[in-house]
């Protein structure tokens, strides 16, 4: 088999479901951002500032892992900076390969400034529309879809679910949930879930990152969730063996067809895997889950889709074959409509990795 480089990786196309916005700011925008608010950064040059977000996030303390993202979100706080982080946002992936992605953020961190909700989402849309238009000038078109979160220790919720809805038809395809797991069960949300299912809308839980099998089975099993943000953990619900055992849970995942939304380097940050060769996605994928590969904080991981799959490359021998199959599962996991998923699949993933695969 022919070796594949990162280079080749980033020309192919690829979809993404878990990234967050605010974990993808360029550094050098960070300074300027913060020159013009008067934020005081650990650093004012932008390479350094790249390095100690990569430090901070791999240092083992939580404190120092959450510290990054309060210099992000600080400088998101007007409607133009918030137009150019997703502006950018839009041209960095389009620039990686990636066709189609779905960008998630949580509006209500972005209030500091008197900005409403509704103005937070669309300040938002605007620079993701504006960056695609620019990435589609630059031969690299990308569809984005933009997520709305509620914080899971806060009690918005319920509004952020509404906001999402109203905003449905001008580039919100989905909602989620984020933050702390443990303590604050996905249930706590019902009444947001049940809204938006009344609504026909789709929503994702982070679920299965740093909390286990009950947070996925209350995802799931309560509160209903079309895909689970990350769900690295239902391998706690596999005995080893030759054939592994599935769990009931495991089982019904992987019966449903239920997506998981999983990153790779952000999984070994957070301790939920020692390495992305101990990655459970090596696993997962052979008892073929509904398995999908994901950035999930570009600047804190250091990372990209490209440097995602080149990682799965190197740790699992993974072939064209392997890198489509993510991909495609990525694309009917998505959250648009499904004749737009057909399309991309059929007239942009497929023809371009039959090239390769032969």
Known sequence: ????????????????????LDGGLRPATI???????GHELPTADPEALGRWFAEAANSGSLERYLE???????????????????????LDLAADGVV?????FAPEQHLEQNLTLDEVVESVVTGFREGSALAAEAGHPIRIGTLLTAMRHAARSQEIAELAVRHRDTGVVGFDIAGAEAGFPPT???????????????????AGEAFGLPSIWQAIQWCGADRLGHGVRIVDDITPGNPPVLGRLAAYVRDKRIPLELCPSSNVQTGAAASIADHPIGLLRDLRFRVTVNT??????????????ALLV?????????????TINAMKSAFIPFDERLRIIDEVIKPAYAK???
Request: glycine fraction near 4%; hydrophobic fraction near 45%.
């Open 31 to 37: 300074v300027e951002l913060a020159a013009e608010v």
């Open 188 to 206: 706590r949300h019902l009444d947001a879930f049940e809204y938006l299912q009344r609504e026909n809308f789709h929503f994702t839980i982070h």
């Open 100 to 104: 189609y992605a779905e960008v998630r």
């Open 1 to 20: 088999m022919v070796a594949i480089s990162y280079e080749d990786i980033v020309k192919v196309p690829k979809a993404l479901l878990h990234d967050h």
């Open 296 to 309: 999930d904080n570009r600047l804190m991981s250091g990372t990209s889709m490209s440097r995602e799959m």
């Open 356 to 358: 390769l695969i032969g």
């Open 314 to 326: 190197d740790a699992f021998g993974y072939g064209w074959k392997e890198l489509q199959w993510f």
């Open 68 to 90: 990054t993202f309060a210099h992000t979100v600080a400088v998101m706080q007007t409607a133009s900076a918030l137009r150019r982080v997703a502006r950018e946002c839009a």
